[in-house]
């Protein structure tokens, strides 16, 4: 996705390594190794098996966000540093923030040669939002003006379209919100805003095993568990238009084979290189290595339905953060690689800032007094909920005995095969405790590391926090009446989160990748992401 990408709940970009003596693989096969399978002009990268079909509503983690954002583009983007970069729309405008015009580049076509419309935008989001599909991204369409007639909070839609959303011509539409909010534009950059042609309408099952799009790729093939292949779309109009001839998305069952088959030539590109090898990557890959900080943050979130957290004080989550010595789990364990957290939101976006805090400090003797003035832990053991292919399992484990060390809590890893078996059980409400929470930027502004994940009604607030409190400062946020102010006033409701502890935030992410010697032009954007449009081959 992207020139540059929204993600979600991201999969790995956090593996470590505890032994600098750890071997990584040859770089003795790269040079003339031709990846097997691969059509000329292609090239790979190592993404696993999306969650769900491949709908841009539905989608909300980083595995199926790169298929998704190689298929469709939605009206804008970001740039490199998070500005605004208009894809295939021509202007986003409001004079008063909540009624915005939006109008569409023409000459877009679909991948089946359909026009892309105004009308190809405005029946996907009233579809979308509607609580009949029972899409995950439902909710980012809730400011819009009737949203609540197609989405009740219960019983059946009392209408099928919102009455926010109307057709002015082929290329012209307008979005009219129940309230300002200044910073609607950005939120428009998240892939779930994605048009959708007409023959989505009458198969939408089949559709997202066959998806057609408007972006820069063409579906071809998706071998579940295997990999996914699409194909540069030569009809494409955006910004971002392929320089190669197509991709394969690769799925791999550890971040170490992947490393394996870059070293061998068999792969083009790895997102985050694993435990075995991250000491000496940078060896192995020279100045084909790739580290870099971007817009995510990885924390802890408590399942609060859950017996451990169901009824907890927040004076014990602040005293468990308190007992994580993040400084030295991300200088040895983690390698160096990744930057203690300081705040709930990561360097990068708009209105990050630094709280006036020690909840984020080392203290055993506070940490430990903290948890037993809250009434400790139910049963005295917690667990940590982790994806097991994403290269997590070792500073889990160091920070489960960082805190049993500290408050005497017993903590135990509770691994998940994969990213997929990890997302169903958040999804279910099945978290028996905390669960390993990874969140890169949909959009570079503070909002998106709040909102989306602690609002009452958010889709992604797997640990069902609620306060009360806390939803109306971040209302207040919404309606401002400026984009500064909005951020500044979720500025305020972080402090605010301090308080409430809806999660522990441990450290900045940053993506450990690689590319092999057949490919060029390899970048990655601020949300850690690679910019596959931009890849050549040589």
Known sequence: MRGAKSAKWVAGAIVVALSATACGGSDSGDSDAKEKGKPAGYVSIDVGEPQKPLNPADTNETLGSYVIQSLFTQLLDFDAKGGIVYTNAESVESKDSKTWTVKLKPGWKFHNGEDVTAKSYVDAWNWYANTKNKMQNAPWYSDIKGFKDVHPEKGEPTKDVMSGLKVVDDTTFTIELDKPVPYFNYKLGYATWAPLPKAFYADPKAFGQNPIGNGPYKFEKWNHKKLIQVKAFDGYKGPNKAANKGVLFKNYATVEAAYQDLISGNLDMIRQVGPTDLPKYKQDLGDRAIDQEYAAIQSLNPAFYSKTFKDIDPKVLQGLSMAIDRKTITKTVLNGTRTPATSFTPVGVQGNQQLDTD??????????????????????????????????????????????????????????????????????????????????????????????????????????????????????????????????????????????????PLWQYRINGGHSKAVDNVKVDFHGDFEITGVTTK
């Open 359 to 504: 909840v984020f400090t080392y203290d055993p003797k506070k940490a430990k007094q903290l948890v037993k003035e809250g009434g400790g832990v139910p049963g005295n053991k917690l667990t940590i909920q982790y994806n097991a292919d994403g290269g997590h399992k070792e500073w889990i484990t160091a920070v489960c005995e960082s805190i049993r060390n500290a408050t005497g809590v017993d903590c135990v890893p509770d691994a998940k095969p994969d990213f997929q078996t990890d997302l169903e059980a958040r999804d279910n409400d099945q978290v028996k405790g905390f669960y390993r929470g990874g969140w890169v930027a949909d959009y570079p502004l503070n909002v998106n590391f709040m909102r989306e994940l602690y609002d009452t009604t958010a889709e992604s607030n797997n640990g069902r926090f609620s306060d009360k409190d806390i939803d109306a400062m971040f209302r207040k946020g919404d309606n401002a009446k400026s984009l500064d102010e909005s951020i500044k006033l979720y500025q305020d409701a972080e402090k605010a989160l301090l308080k409430k502890m809806p999660a522990i």
